[in-house]
């Protein structure tokens, strides 16, 4: 499976009136990594509230904005993303390989990553001079460092090093620590409008899953008719387009402003897209030469600093808050859950035992209830996919007689256009065809079947978070705890990491016999019979590719269901054991080692004082 989708749901329960709602404290990472250590220190009861926040320290780095610079080749797209690196570290002036991207991610050291077509491991080559100079960095073994992974970058990515990926590669990652980003990953994407209509589609399946793109076109020369077609293809697919006219440096502050005119009036009468406050000019030469050289005149005159200060605000006002508001309430309810299941241990310690035991009974029906409720949402579940099943199914069964028949009508065109050679051109025209209409159909349906789970997820999130919090509330009711419900609207969101693909479309017909008989057969019957025979091919060209299409895509519908009901489930697990598993654990306990019970009840009250600070973090006074 290539294409990854996940689905991840962050449904908090409806809010009660009374609630207030959490706040998501500003040093998110911070506390989350705090407490981590903290519960890891904390005994085996709280090593899963551990592995929870470990896993959301995860999501927030993974989920973080996805920005990818696009534009034709030689426009100066790498330049442009070191200069906002601050470092020369992307190859430039290089023929970048036509489907690698480059995703360059926050991290302490600087790395590169590289991820194959197949199953052979990640390379992964660390920046040793980096490493080992890291108390004394001193400009030439920086500058050294620098230079040496990108040596070992352009190895990967580019053209003349990897003609053609012979090396199967099917991304690139590098960390480094530049301060931009903290808030986005930026992602360097090979040049658009080749001559292969396909790869250009590959660009245009990539793009939905990315939060923004920003175009770069460059003054010298103007904008071409290549890059307008695209502009055209581009702009419902992505969430959000910057633009940016590149290489000022070449004209005098008049033509500079023309330029950026000329840009804009092209972008709204030619591709129909409104720039609005989104249009920058910039030399992303200079921006570079004046990152190097500390020189924050040059910066200024770069134009640089105006896309920063945009990307970032809009970075700050849109998915990264979202984000880092959805994982912030699961945060927060890792901490409900820990304290409530300390309050558990706490009153398992507390009551008298046959008191304790007949309240456990009584939450053992609940459990019991609770499971019946947990089978029924799995039926559902089951029958959801059923019917993203149905709808995909449906969708690429109407697509086969129009797709031969537009298939045929291109062989006829070509067989009828060469005369000498009617097949060969057939086949061409086919070959020729088939790629790029696959690629863009791809496209169209992994965005239906995103739709359709989009809304049966969100349902079954809702049931999910609901049976959980009966739980919890259960818990609490029963044994007069205190009780923090998560509070917040509800947030859903099919998570999905950017991911290139570029597929094998079956093209070219299998090969015919040598039919020698055949030429003896008077014209018109040998005509008949190659149209048939090319029918014959069509037919076994659309059957299996359009198999292909429907098997790639259900395939990632199971992944994401799999995926999404295994957390839930594993959600619901963890509820139980947090509540239930603890005050049982803790009675078995209590009977067997009755001599430690105070010291333990001491333990667990200091616990408890402590998460409730931490949760006053959140706003939430306890
Ligand atoms: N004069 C000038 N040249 C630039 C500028 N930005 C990039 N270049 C040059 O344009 C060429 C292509 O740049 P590159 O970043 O590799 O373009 P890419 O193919 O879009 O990644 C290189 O020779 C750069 O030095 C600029 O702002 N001004
Ligand atoms: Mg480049």
Known sequence: MRRSLMAESSTPPPPSPEQTPIVVPENLVTVLRTERHRFETMGARYAVHASRLAELEKRLMEGRFHLAVLGQVKRGKSTLLNALLGEDILPSAVVPLTAIPTFIRYGAERTLRVRYNDSRPDTVVEDELMQCSEDKIQPASHHSGIRWLQEHLT??????????????????????PAPILRDVVLIDTPGIGSVYRHNTEGTLNFLPQCDAALFLVSADPPITEVEVAFLREIKDRVARLFFVLNK??????????????????????????????????????????????NDTRLWDESGLQEVSD???LFLASE??????????????????????QTHLNIRALELPLSELESRLS????????????????????????????????????DLRIPLKDRLSKIA????????HTPEKAAQDAVAGTIPGWFEHELGSITAMADREMTVRLREQGKRAETLIESVRKGAAELFEIPYHAPSGEEVYHLVRKPYWVDHEWESTFSPVSSAMMERLLPGPLRQSRAKNRMKHQIDILVMRNLENLRYETLQSIDAAFLQYSSTLDANLRLTIDATHGAVRAAMERRKEHAGETAERLARLYQVAGELREVLQLFGKAG
């Open 155 to 176: 190895l990967y990515v580019t053209e003349e090093e990897n003609p053609e990926n012979q090396k199967g590669v099917r991304e690139v990652e590098i960390t480094l």
């Open 310 to 312: 945009h990307l970032i």
């Open 362 to 397: 009584l939450f053992d029906k609940k459990i019991a209830e609770v499971e019946q409720q947990r089978l029924h949402a799995q039926d559902i579940l089951l029958g959801d996919r059923k019917r993203v099943y149905d709808t995909i199914e449906m969708y690429v069964k």
């Open 412 to 419: 006829e065109d070509a067989m009828a256009a060469s005369p």
């Open 248 to 293: 000022v440096d070449y004209l005098t502050g008049d033509e500079k402003e023309t330029a950026l005119a000329f840009f804009r009036t092209v972008l709204n009468s030619v591709a129909s897209i409104d720039p609005g406050q989104h249009i920058f000019a910039v030399s992303a030469k200079k921006g570079l030469l004046a990152k190097e050289a």
């Open 319 to 340: 998915k990264n808050r979202v984000l880092r508001e959805a994982i912030g309430k699961k945060v927060f309810n890792v901490f409900c859950d820990a304290e409530l």
